[in-house]
C-alpha cells in the first residue's frame, strides 16, 4: 500500500491569517456600532479661568458654532489629555476633538484630544 | 509643580504651493524609479570587508552603563514616590530618549544599547553580588530554538499598544511600574536561558535596536566573545548578516506599521471612521492594522524573500521614525530641563527651571515638512537598494544566469509595489497636519504642468 503523500502543514500561518482577519472584522463592526457624540473645533474660553480645575471650556467648531461643555471624569488613553491642558489649547489655539455625552441637556465632555487635522 | 506631560505638538501649518497629491506623486514616483533603476541596471555592490577590530574604551563602556542605571532607578525612584507632570522621566526615557533618540542612535551610530541597558547592567549586578556572597546559581537552559526572537515581537506589540493607546497622559507612575514588571520578566528570562541568549532573542529592546543596527557603521565584533569590541562597517553592511527569521522581519514590520498608524490616528479619516474610540476599541483597530501590514509583509516575503523584506524595511522604519517624531523628540526631549529642577516630582524648583516651557516654535513647519519628506522618501529609496543587494545574496546565480536574474526582478516587483504603497500611506498622514493645501489645487497643478511644459512662463 502506498501512503499518500501529504502536503506540508502550516498551521502557524493559517493561524495568523484567521487572526488578523478577526482581528480585521472586529475593528469594521467597532467603527459600525454606535459612537458617541464628538465635537472638533478651537478652544475659546475656559470655566472657570481662575483656578486650576477647568469645570468646562467652549468649543468653536469650523461652522463658527459655539458649544459649551461641562468636564466629568475624563478618560486618559487612546491619547487623550487631562482637562487641565485645555488652557495650553486655548493660549495656542491648537483644535481639539471632543468626546461628549447629553446629561440633562448638558454636553459632558469624557475625552479630549489633539486634533491636528482640523483647520479653523 | 508642573503640569502633566502630554503631546507638545507643532504650531502653525506649512502653506505650500503645490497640493498634497503632487507631493504623493512625487515621492511615490521616486520610490518607483529606485526600484526600477536597481532592478534593470541590475546594480549590485561587492560585500563590503568589515573594519579590524576596536576595543570599546572602558571608561565609555562603564560610562553609558552608569547612564542606563541612574535612568532606571530615576523611574523606579519616581514610581515609588508618584506624582505627574512634565518632570515624569518614564514618559521622557522610554518614549522620547529610548524609543525615538535611542533607535536613531542605533541605526546611525552603533550599538549603544549594548552597554545602556539596564536589565543586562542589573543582571550582571546581581550576579556578581551572588557570586561573592557565595551562591552559585543554576545552569541556564539552552533557548528552545522555536521560540526564536518571537517573545521580543510580543513585548514590542506590547510596548507599541503602551505607547499608542494605554497612554494614560501624564501617569509616569504607571509607566515606571510596567518597566519594573518588564525588568522582572527580563532578569527572569536570562536566569533561566542564559544573558546572551535572552537577550539576542527574548529581550525587546535588544532585537529592536539590534536590528536597527544594521544600518549602521559600527557592530559588535561577533569574533570577541566578550562583546567589548566593535568594527567599523560601511553604511547599511549589517543587512548582508544573515539571521534574517519571520520574527525579526516581524518586529521590523510592526515598528514600521506602529510608526504608520499613529500618524494615521491623527487625521480626519481616522476621525470620520472611528470617532474617538477608547481603550478597548482601539486596542482592536491597533492590533488589526498591525496584523494587516505584517500579513502583507510576511506575503511578499514568500515571494521576495525574507532577507530583502528585512533590509528594505528597515531604512523606511528609520526614516519613518525620523519624519513622524522628529518634532517630539526636539519638543519633549527639552523636559530633561524640568526634571532636574524637579527630579522627584515634588513640586521642587533647584534650578529655577521646574517651569519651563518646551517649544519648537523656531522650526519653521516648511523646513519640518522639508525634513519629512526626505527622511520617508530616502528611506524608501534606500530601502530599495538594500533589499535588492539582500535579495541578489539569496541567488546568487542571478550573476550568471538570465533565467535567474529574471526571477529575481519579478520576485522583487510586489516588493516594490508595498513601499510605494507605504510611501504614499505615510506622506499622506503626515501631511494632514503639516501641509495648508493650496485654496485652488487644480489651478495649482495646471499652473505648474505649464510651467514644466513651457506654456506658462514662470513670470
Redesign the interface.
Given at each position: 500500500m502506498t501512503l499518500p503523500i501529504l502536503s506540508p502543514r502550516r498551521p502557524s500561518r493559517r493561524a495568523g491569517l484567521l487572526a488578523t482577519l478577526a482581528l480585521a472584522s472586529g475593528a469594521v463592526m467597532a467603527a459600525c456600532g454606535p459612537g458617541d457624540a464628538s465635537a472638533v473645533g478651537v478652544v475659546v474660553a475656559i470655566d472657570p479661568s481662575a483656578t486650576l480645575e477647568v469645570s468646562g471650556f467652549t468649543l468653536r467648531t469650523a461652522d463658527g458654532e459655539t458649544l459649551a461643555f461641562a468636564v466629568g471624569p475624563v478618560e486618559l488613553d487612546s491619547g487623550a489629555f487631562p482637562a487641565s491642558h485645555l488652557r495650553e489649547h486655548l493660549a495656542t489655539s491648537q483644535p481639539i476633538a471632543v468626546a461628549y455625552r447629553m446629561e440633562d441637556g448638558t454636553r459632558v465632555a469624557y475625552r479630549l484630544v489633539d486634533a491636528p487635522w482640523f483647520t479653523p | 509643580m508642573a503640569?502633566?506631560a502630554?503631546?507638545h505638538?507643532l504650531?502653525g501649518?506649512y502653506e505650500s504651493p503645490l497640493p498634497l497629491v503632487v507631493y504623493l506623486a512625487g515621492a511615490a514616483i521616486a520610490v518607483g524609479l529606485s526600484f526600477a533603476f536597481v532592478l534593470l541596471h541590475d546594480t549590485r555592490a561587492e560585500t563590503p570587508p568589515l573594519g579590524g577590530p576596536r576595543s570599546v574604551p572602558g571608561w565609555l563602556r562603564f560610562g553609558l552603563r552608569a547612564v542606563g542605571i541612574i535612568g532606571w532607578l530615576w523611574i523606579a525612584v519616581q514610581a515609588i514616590l508618584g506624582g505627574a507632570g512634565d518632570a515624569d522621566v518614564a514618559s521622557l526615557f522610554l518614549w522620547v530618549y529610548g524609543w525615538v533618540a535611542l533607535a536613531m542612535v542605533s541605526a546611525f551610530l552603533g550599538p549603544a544599547w549594548t552597554w545602556l541597558d539596564p536589565f543586562a547592567t542589573l543582571h550582571d549586578a546581581g550576579a556578581w553580588l551572588l557570586r561573592t556572597v557565595g551562591i552559585s546559581g543554576w545552569r541556564a537552559s539552552p533557548y528552545p530554538e522555536r521560540l526564536g526572537a518571537w517573545p521580543a515581537v510580543a513585548g514590542f506589540v506590547f510596548f507599541v499598544w503602551l505607547e499608542?493607546?494605554?497612554?494614560?497622559?501624564?501617569?509616569g507612575q504607571t509607566l515606571g511600574a510596567i518597566l519594573i514588571g518588564y525588568t522582572a520578566i527580563s532578569l527572569v528570562g536570562m536566569a533561566q536561558f542564559g544573558r546572551d541568549a535572552w537577550r539576542a532573542n527574548g529581550e525587546t529592546f535588544s532585537v529592536w535596536f539590534g536590528t536597527l543596527g544594521r544600518l549602521a557603521p559600527f557592530a559588535i565584533d561577533p569574533d570577541d566573545p566578550s562583546g567589548r569590541s566593535v568594527r567599523r562597517q560601511p553604511l547599511g553592511a549589517g543587512f548582508e548578516s544573515p539571521g534574517w527569521t519571520t520574527a525579526r522581519v516581524a518586529i521590523v514590520a510592526v515598528g514600521t506599521a506602529s510608526i504608520i498608524f499613529d500618524g494615521l490616528?491623527?487625521?480626519?479619516l481616522y476621525?470620520d471612521?472611528?470617532?474617538?474610540?477608547?481603550?478597548p476599541?482601539?486596542t482592536?483597530?491597533l492590533?488589526?492594522?498591525l496584523?494587516?501590514v505584517?500579513?502583507a509583509v510576511?506575503t511578499v516575503s514568500r515571494m521576495a524573500g525574507l532577507p530583502a523584506l528585512g533590509a528594505g524595511l528597515v531604512p523606511i522604519a528609520v526614516g519613518y521614525l525620523i519624519a513622524h517624531y522628529l518634532t517630539f523628540l526636539l519638543s519633549d526631549g527639552q523636559r530633561i530641563v524640568i526634571a532636574i529642577s524637579d527630579p522627584f516630582q515634588q513640586g521642587w524648583d533647584i534650578f529655577g527651571t521646574a517651569f519651563y516651557e518646551p517649544t519648537i516654535n523656531w522650526l519653521p513647519s516648511g523646513v519640518l515638512w522639508t525634513v519629512q519628506l526626505a527622511a520617508v522618501v530616502g528611506g524608501h529609496m534606500l530601502g530599495a537598494w538594500a533589499g535588492h543587494q539582500a535579495a541578489l545574496q539569496a541567488e546568487p546565480d542571478a550573476a550568471t544566469d538570465p533565467a535567474a536574474a529574471l526571477r529575481l526582478r519579478r520576485r522583487q516587483v510586489p516588493l516594490a509595489l508595498l513601499m510605494v504603497g507605504l510611501t504614499v500611506l505615510t506622506l499622506w498622514s503626515l501631511g494632514?497636519?503639516i501641509v495648508?493645501e493650496p485654496v485652488q489645487p487644480a489651478a495649482t497643478i495646471g499652473l505648474v504642468f505649464g510651467v514644466l511644459t513651457g506654456v506658462v512662463s514662470p513670470a
Open positions: - | 503640569g502633566p502630554v503631546a505638538s504650531q501649518r499608542l493607546v494605554f497612554t494614560q497622559a501624564g501617569s490616528s491623527q487625521t480626519q476621525f471612521l472611528f470617532g474617538l474610540p477608547g481603550l476599541v482601539s482592536i483597530i492590533l488589526a492594522f496584523g494587516i505584517v500579513g510576511l494632514q497636519s495648508q
